[in-house]
């Protein structure tokens, strides 16, 4: 399923761009490159690696043209800091061993191109969204209590077209996110964007949790109520008041656990 990215002669040399960019040793980015690692780990943990296939990526900090994300061959679960690329718009691999998986770089390249605001963007398959993409109409029922935390910053695109395998692809993909943080990705999965690797993190967690609570739901065969849009919108807007540092205790939450069990990803 997973596909390398076409090795075609880079438009910019990777000697040229490297002997022109300042140390990527860094405390700031050195830090992203742990923190996106931690992400890695605790997602394949919770369910959400799928095989080889799926990305996170992020930009490195104080460039605006260069973007951290996972090489292809590797599962969430082997992701290190030091294992992920640095690469350009072009395709080429500024930093690191490997290449990028193609559809990765089709769709993250484009989503942090046309969205400079979605300085991370993380792309799963993971199940109980997934699953919410593959029925009729909208795929999040504001019902429950978590599902709120989302209100009015979802948006689907419901043009499937079969695998992101050039720009195209990426770019509609970037357009059908428009001013949202969620994207339901019909037929397919779900893309989190976010300003910085603590907040996509937190919001690919909760939706997630939220999605399954709401299947749990569907499965009774019972209809959902959906709390009524003045309460959801200002229960939306009471969760949006912390979320910055609720999401920023959550990473940190979630690097704790790690070393504890699996400490190489900081490696």
Not at 21 to 38: C, G, M, N, S
Not at 56 to 81: H, I, K, Q, W
């Amino acid at each position: 399923m997973a596909h390398p990215l076409d090795t075609k002669p880079p438009l910019t040399s990777p000697e040229t761009y490297r002997n022109a960019l300042p140390d990527f040793d860094r405390t700031d980015i050195l830090q992203a490159r742990v923190d996106l690692a931690a992400c890695f780990r605790m997602a394949a943990r919770l369910g959400m690696q799928e095989g080889i296939c799926n990305h996170f990526s992020a930009m490195v900090p104080g460039y605006d043209d260069l973007f951290l994300v996972n090489p292809y061959g590797r599962a969430f679960c082997e992701v290190t800091a030091s294992s992920l690329l640095i690469c350009d718009y072009q395709g080429n691999v500024i930093a690191g061993d490997g290449t990028p998986e193609a559809t990765a770089f089709f769709i993250h390249g484009q989503v942090h191109k046309h969205k400079p605001r979605a300085r991370v963007a993380f792309h799963t398959h993971m199940p109980f969204a997934t699953a919410l993409t593959m029925v009729e109409g909208d795929p999040l029922i504001f019902a429950g209590q978590t599902a709120l935390k989302f209100y009015g910053r979802t948006a689907v695109d419901r043009a499937y077209n079969g695998l992101a395998l050039d720009e195209r692809e990426g770019q509609r993909i970037a357009e059908a996110i428009g001013e949202a943080d969620i994207v339901f990705m019909k037929h397919h999965g779900v893309m989190v964007v976010g300003g910085s690797i603590a907040e996509a993190w937190d919001d690919l967690y909760y939706l997630e949790r939220a999605c399954e609570v709401q299947l749990l739901a569907m499965s009774t065969g019972r209809p959902i109520v959906p709390v009524p849009a003045h309460i959801a919108e200002a229960a939306y807007q009471q969760m949006r008041q912390g979320d910055t540092e609720s999401a920023r205790l959550h990473l940190n939450s979630v690097k704790r656990q790690l070393d504890r069990v699996e400490p190489d990803y900081r490696t």
